[in-house]
């Protein structure tokens, strides 16, 4: 198994457990969040999903282009965003190879220096992050049944 498809099933594991996750949260949540300077529901799940084909896209592109995040009103919404994003990462993911990986990077961002694997490992790492909190959201607003952490 290439280094490449290694990374992506690993993160594609974690990304359904997302959309697992989402899936126990009721309508009328979106804009939850415990403390007012946190990220609302919505901009997390969001932040989470968009930010993951950034990092991977990095690989081939050296920038850090923030992804365009769209408008969503339901739960429904929010998944259909989630699943979109997730398509689209997983595509990304089909382009590279494991020699783009052994690359040096140009990375300016402390901790991110080294090989163009480290962009994979820095999404992996976000992703894992921010699903634990929304983990503790999810429980927050009372959703049930949650799924175990990958």
């Known amino acids: 198994m290439s280094k490449t498809t290694h990374w992506k099933e690993n993160w594609l594991q974690h990304r359904n457990v997302l959309i697992q996750l989402i899936d ?27 930010s993951s084909n950034m990092f991977v896209n ?18 429904e919404d929010l998944k259909q965003a989630v699943k979109q994003f997730t398509d689209e990462t997983a595509q990304a993911f089909d382009t590279i190879t494991d020699e783009e990986l052994a690359l040096e990077n140009e990375a300016k961002i402390p901790g991110m220096q080294g090989k163009k694997e480290l962009y994979l490992q820095a999404m992996y790492d976000h992703e894992l992050h921010h699903k634990g909190q929304l983990f503790i959201y999810a429980r927050l607003v009372e959703a049930t049944d949650l799924p175990f952490f990958r």
């Open 24 to 50: 126990r949260i009721e309508d009328g949540h979106l804009d939850f969040k415990p403390w007012e300077d946190a990220m609302t529901l919505r901009e997390l799940v969001l932040h989470v999903a968009g």
């Open 58 to 75: 990095m690989v081939k592109t050296e920038a850090m282009t923030p992804p365009d995040l769209p408008e969503v009103h339901t739960m």
